[in-house]
């Protein structure tokens, strides 16, 4: 698999209710970042959680890393439907030029 | 709050035609990229561009495909000679710094025909 994998792939969830997305990666890290994308729009930067920290919230978000299992979260809390999206998880690979490496996306749809 | 623009938004050009993409990133941003995502598909990196040069590629990035800072504001990305398959969203980000999260445009749709 490739760096900065999502899973579920799809997720549809009831407002109100909790939306939890896995990310796995492959390389070292020295951080991981989250990021949002409206259909047809440009990536919005959500949470970064830097590979020394193991959970970081921000509002209804909250981020776990694992780097033993080279694996994070984000959860989203008490959804609403403006937070339907796609969400990607992108690593720097260890990388000093600053690009990141996204994964696949998590496609979400939040129903009213 | 400062955005990074691009331009246009949506581009067809004729296979075997150059094209530019145009940005313009955050003012104080010293960092920048070119991403391309294919409909449906993932965001993939382009290229980073950092103190006047390339500082990193990817496979995608060949000799077809070229970068430039003209002015201290305008990104640019040059296809010199389109295929169909370079039909894709291409989004330019911008960075304060080295891991600073990216700022993105909201993409250039080139549809190549």
């Known amino acids: 698999s490739q760096q900065g994998e999502e899973d579920p792939q799809a997720l549809s969830i009831q407002e109100g209710e909790n939306a939890t997305m896995n990310c796995s990666y492959k390389?070292?890290?020295?951080?991981l970042q989250w990021y949002r994308q409206n259909s047809g729009r440009g990536l919005v930067h959500l949470i970064l959680?830097?590979?020394?920290?193991r959970e970081k919230h921000s509002g209804r978000l909250r981020v776990t890393l694992d780097t033993s299992k080279k694996s994070s979260s984000l959860l989203i809390t008490a959804s609403r439907a403006a937070d339907t999206a796609s969400y990607f998880c992108?690593?720097?690979?260890?990388?000093?030029?600053?690009?990141?490496?996204f994964g696949q996306g998590t496609t979400l749809q939040v129903k009213p | 709050e400062p955005e990074v623009t691009q331009t246009p938004s949506h581009q067809v050009t004729q296979m075997g035609q150059e094209v530019i993409l145009r940005c313009v990133p955050i003012?104080?941003?010293?960092?920048f990229y070119w991403y391309r995502q294919i409909l449906g598909q993932k965001v993939e990196f382009l290229v980073s561009?950092?103190?006047?040069?390339?500082?990193?590629k990817s496979e995608i990035f060949d000799d077809q495909f070229s970068v430039e800072r003209p002015d201290g504001s305008n990104f640019t990305l040059k296809i010199r000679s389109t295929k169909l398959e370079d039909s894709a969203m291409y989004f330019c980000?911008?960075?304060?710094?080295?891991?600073?999260?990216?700022?993105f445009g909201n993409g250039t749709r080139l549809t190549v025909t």
């Open positions: 980000a911008s960075g304060l710094d080295r891991g600073s999260p990216l700022h």
């Open positions: 390389t070292s890290i020295n951080n």
């Open positions: 959680i830097r590979s020394n920290e």
């Open positions: 992108a690593t720097d690979a260890g990388s000093n030029t600053g690009k990141l490496i």
């Open positions: 003012s104080n941003h010293l960092y």
């Open positions: 561009f950092y103190n006047n040069e390339i500082s990193e």
